[in-house]
């Protein structure tokens, strides 16, 4: 019985095997005979494209032989006799055309027919660019579902939905070292670098020579500031394949951790000569022209980024950044605007933006506060959202809820262990007010900690606490 189960195993294995070399070749032979038919378009289109100056042209330019091929390919689908690699390439068409609902629906068709062709999924994945859009499709059920959700999920920002796909995938796919990265990407979104770190050092151990999504872990390490760890990620990519626009960045990032900012833009340079439309190099070497104070070259490094994808917040917080040193706070606002709504759970655009409100040509505190708010809901790792939040309302004489930002602040600095000028500020201010408050007791507790220091914060809380104790004595006088 045994033998005889195996046997039935090694068929089935066989007849899977030939059907899928019979749906590959086919797939080969509907893309031959689909590249034959628009080659000629594709070069004709490509060559006035040259012969036209100017993005108004460019946009104008078409591939005429789309039409014949749409025609042609409707017919097979109304009659019946298209498979599920011709419905790929049907919705190519419509996608091209711009009838972006009915290539949804052919995709949609595509890979409910054939759930393993990626490409069908990848371009189906690009028309979603809502979640509404994304939940309409009528999918079937499949472990390739899943794949396309947790990507999608990632370009629609929705990183905790994403994270929870890619797990869940996890359970099947243990040894998957592309789960294992997209986990980190998702992390890497929910700026979670501790988790990002010890994923990415897991996966060098499984795959020393990798270096796909490496830039991502070079970026980690340059938050982090670990020099070492980014000095040996370099190295150790530059011997493994110093031609790969991942390598270049992880390079350039190294550079300018260094401070050597005119060698790391050299490096962006060279992964954007290896791909023009490498995202990452675009944004990191703004950043770069931002450091060395060349604002129109990082300008146009920021709008190259957005131009290649809209949705990528950094670039557009770059541009507001470009714009803020250039002293145009509308435009810089109008560009922290597009960041904060793309990735609203970023403290550091929130806090961007309120800076933004606060300048003198703005001067509009009331909006400013809002986004501090906004930035401490939203694990404010810098610690600068309350500090301001309690400047702010101090500036507008609302002394009860400056001093509740002020004692958060203080209880947050203190569980830090962190000292400096805001705990100094935070305790003056919290002596004074209660002081006012007539709790004399409180207002004594903040001025024996100014005690500590040796300034002249140190001469002010004598001061007060001369004043304390009289007014004390003073209520203690009988009538």
Request: with cysteine.
């Given at each position: 019985?045994?033998?005889?189960?195996?046997?039935?195993?090694?068929?089935?294995?066989?007849?899977?095997?030939?059907?899928?070399?019979?749906?590959?070749?086919?797939?080969?032979?509907?893309?031959?005979?689909?590249?034959?038919t628009?080659?000629?378009?594709?070069?004709?289109?490509?060559?006035?494209?040259?012969?036209?100056?100017?993005?108004?042209?460019?946009?104008?330019?078409?591939?005429?032989?789309l039409?014949?091929?749409?025609?042609?390919?409707?017919?097979?689908?109304?009659?019946g006799?298209?498979?599920?690699f011709?419905?790929?390439?049907?919705?190519?068409?419509?996608?091209?055309?711009?009838?972006?609902?009915?290539?949804?629906?052919?995709?949609?068709?595509?890979?409910?027919?054939?759930?393993?062709?990626?490409?069908?999924?990848?371009?189906?994945?690009?028309?979603?660019?809502?979640?509404?859009?994304?939940?309409?499709?009528?999918?079937?059920n499949?472990?390739?579902?899943?794949f396309f959700?947790?990507?999608?999920?990632?370009?629609?920002?929705?990183?905790?939905?994403?994270?929870?796909?890619?797990?869940n995938?996890?359970?099947?796919?243990s040894?998957?070292?592309?789960?294992?990265?997209?986990?980190a990407?998702?992390?890497?979104?929910?700026?979670?670098?501790?988790?990002?770190e010890v994923?990415?050092?897991?996966?060098?151990?499984?795959?020393?020579?990798?270096?796909?999504?490496?830039?991502?872990?070079?970026?980690v390490?340059?938050?982090?500031?670990?020099?070492s760890?980014?000095?040996?990620?370099?190295?150790?990519?530059?011997?493994?394949?110093?031609?790969?626009?991942?390598?270049?960045?992880i390079?350039?990032n190294?550079?300018?951790?260094k401070?050597?900012?005119?060698?790391?833009?050299?490096?962006f340079?060279?992964?954007?000569?290896?791909?023009?439309?490498?995202?990452?190099?675009w944004?990191?070497?703004?950043?770069?022209?931002?450091?060395?104070?060349?604002?129109?070259?990082?300008v146009?490094?920021?709008?190259?980024?957005?131009?290649?994808?809209?949705?990528?917040?950094?670039?557009?917080?770059?541009?507001?950044?470009?714009?803020?040193?250039m002293?145009?706070?509308?435009?810089?606002?109008?560009?922290f605007?597009?960041?904060?709504?793309?990735?609203?759970s970023?403290?550091?655009?929130?806090?961007?933006?309120?800076?933004?409100?606060?300048?003198?040509?703005?001067?509009?505190?009331?909006?400013?506060?809002?986004?501090?708010?906004?930035?401490?809901?939203?694990?404010?790792?810098?610690a600068?959202?309350?500090?301001?939040?309690?400047?702010?309302?101090?500036?507008?004489?609302?002394?009860e809820?400056?001093?509740?930002?002020?004692?958060?602040?203080?209880?947050?600095?203190?569980?830090?262990e962190?000292?400096?000028?805001?705990?100094?500020?935070?305790?003056m201010?919290?002596?004074?007010?209660?002081?006012?408050?007539?709790?004399?007791?409180?207002?004594e507790?903040?001025?024996?900690?100014?005690?500590?220091?040796?300034?002249?914060?140190?001469?002010?809380?004598?001061?007060?606490?001369?004043?304390?104790?009289?007014?004390?004595?003073?209520?203690?006088?009988?009538?």
């Amino acid at each position: 019985m045994e033998l005889r189960a195996h046997k039935r195993a090694m068929v089935e294995a066989v007849s899977w095997s030939f059907d899928l070399v019979r749906q590959t070749l086919e797939l080969g032979v509907v893309c031959w005979l689909f590249c034959q038919t628009s080659e000629a378009g594709e070069k004709r289109k490509e060559e006035e494209m040259i012969e036209l100056e100017g993005p108004l042209g460019k946009s104008d330019v078409v591939n005429h032989e789309l039409v014949s091929i749409e025609r042609e390919l409707s017919a097979l689908r109304k009659n019946g006799s298209i498979d599920s690699f011709g419905l790929y390439l049907y919705g190519l068409v419509l996608k091209q055309k711009g009838s972006d609902n009915l290539a949804r629906t052919v995709l949609v068709e595509s890979v409910n027919s054939y759930p393993w062709n990626w490409s069908a999924w990848s371009e189906l994945q690009s028309l979603c660019t809502t979640a509404e859009t994304l939940n309409s499709l009528n999918l079937n059920n499949h472990w390739m579902k899943d794949f396309f959700l947790a990507n999608a999920y990632q370009e629609l920002r929705m990183h905790s939905e994403s994270l929870v796909k890619y797990e869940n995938l996890q359970g099947t796919f243990s040894f998957s070292n592309y789960i294992q990265a997209q986990i980190a990407k998702a992390q890497y979104s929910l700026r979670e670098f501790e988790q990002v770190e010890v994923i990415f050092e897991e996966l060098l151990r499984n795959d020393p020579y990798r270096i796909e999504d490496m830039d991502m872990y070079s970026n980690v390490l340059y938050a982090k500031e670990c020099f070492s760890a980014l000095s040996y990620l370099a190295h150790r990519v530059f011997l493994t394949d110093k031609y790969r626009p991942e390598s270049c960045c992880i390079i350039g990032n190294y550079y300018s951790l260094k401070g050597q900012h005119e060698k790391s833009v050299m490096y962006f340079r060279r992964a954007l000569k290896l791909n023009k439309n490498y995202l990452s190099a675009w944004t990191l070497m703004g950043h770069e022209y931002v450091e060395m104070k060349n604002t129109p070259a990082a300008v146009d490094a920021y709008r190259r980024a957005v131009d290649i994808n809209p949705c990528d917040y950094r670039a557009w917080y770059g541009l507001g950044q470009a714009y803020e040193m250039m002293g145009m706070p509308f435009y810089a606002l109008h560009y922290f605007k597009k960041s904060v709504f793309l990735q609203p759970s970023d403290s550091r655009l929130w806090i961007a933006m309120a800076q933004c409100f606060e300048t003198e040509q703005l001067h509009m505190l009331e909006e400013a506060i809002k986004c501090y708010r906004r930035a401490a809901n939203c694990n404010d790792r810098e610690a600068i959202a309350l500090h301001q939040l309690a400047k702010l309302h101090a500036e507008l004489g609302r002394s009860e809820e400056a001093a509740f930002y002020y004692k958060k602040d203080l209880e947050i600095m203190e569980a830090e262990e962190r000292e400096g000028p805001n705990l100094v500020e935070a305790l003056m201010f919290l002596a004074r007010y209660y002081k006012a408050q007539k709790r004399f007791e409180d207002a004594e507790v903040y001025c024996t900690r100014l005690l500590d220091y040796s300034g002249p914060e140190k001469e002010t809380a004598k001061s007060l606490l001369r004043g304390i104790r009289y007014e004390m004595d003073v209520e203690h006088l009988p009538p």
